[in-house]
């Protein structure tokens, strides 16, 4: 496609539900990464993938957390047994390689109440 | 540990105005500082900077780097209302691949 895809837009949990969150990147890009936005703050690194390979989880903020990229290309970022300090909005980014800047998704708004 | 510090905070000017951001960090092995406008939910992408000194330009929007005291900062001119948003500074440091964002700066700018 022709930006970086995500799904869905806004999404309702109660707390303790599991939910799925997707991303489809530029069709090409190797690198993926997953930011996770507070409100009212920047954006703060999650996780990143090279290829289907995730290289560094350092910023998932808990074991709840889990991403996955099976294939090279859609991500999905789950976490389970929401809370309600994950609410925040979670954006993808994708980049063609390293250093050559990421181009964002348009975020999943994830709302636990 | 690696920071990136924006100010002001929000702002709030009249159309026509020139603005100036500014992004201060402290981050080890410096590769480059990124500038993104918020609108909605994207971060869309201004300007990437990574020699002192030289100024970027796009249209209104100008930005510079100055490495020895470890700021940037963005410029706008003639501001109008479509300039309304959050800006962000990030910062990427040498064999890492991962932004370090500032908390961005709300710019309104009423017609």
């Known amino acids: 496609g022709a930006g970086v895809s995500q799904s869905p837009r806004y999404k309702v949990a109660k707390r303790g539900q599991d939910v799925a969150l997707r991303c489809d990147p530029i069709s090409g890009h190797v690198s993926l990464f997953w930011y996770q936005q507070a409100l009212g703050q920047g954006p703060e690194f999650l996780t990143y993938f090279q290829n289907e390979a995730q290289l560094d989880k350092s910023g998932l903020p808990s074991d709840r957390f889990f991403a996955e990229r099976p294939e090279g290309s859609v991500s999905t970022l789950k976490i389970q047994r929401t809370q309600q300090e994950d609410s925040a909005v979670y954006l993808c980014a994708s980049s063609l390689a390293l250093s050559y800047g990421y181009t964002f998704g348009s975020g999943t708004r994830l709302t636990v109440v | 540990e690696d920071k990136v510090v924006q100010s002001p905070l929000s702002l709030v000017v009249h159309e026509g105005d020139t603005v100036t951001l500014n992004c201060s960090y402290e981050?080890?092995?410096?590769?480059?500082l990124l500038w993104y406008k918020q609108e909605k939910k994207a971060p869309t992408f201004l300007f990437m900077l990574t020699s002192s000194g030289i100024e970027k330009k796009s249209g209104r929007l100008s930005s510079i780097l100055d490495k020895k005291e470890l700021f940037s900062i963005l410029n706008i001119t003639a501001t109008q209302t479509g300039d309304s948003a959050v800006y962000l500074c990030?910062?990427?440091?040498?064999?890492?691949?991962?932004?370090?964002f500032g908390t961005g700066t709300r710019l309104k700018v009423l017609a």
């Open positions: 981050v080890t092995n410096f590769r480059s």
């Open positions: 990030a910062v990427e440091a040498s064999g890492t691949y991962k932004y370090i």
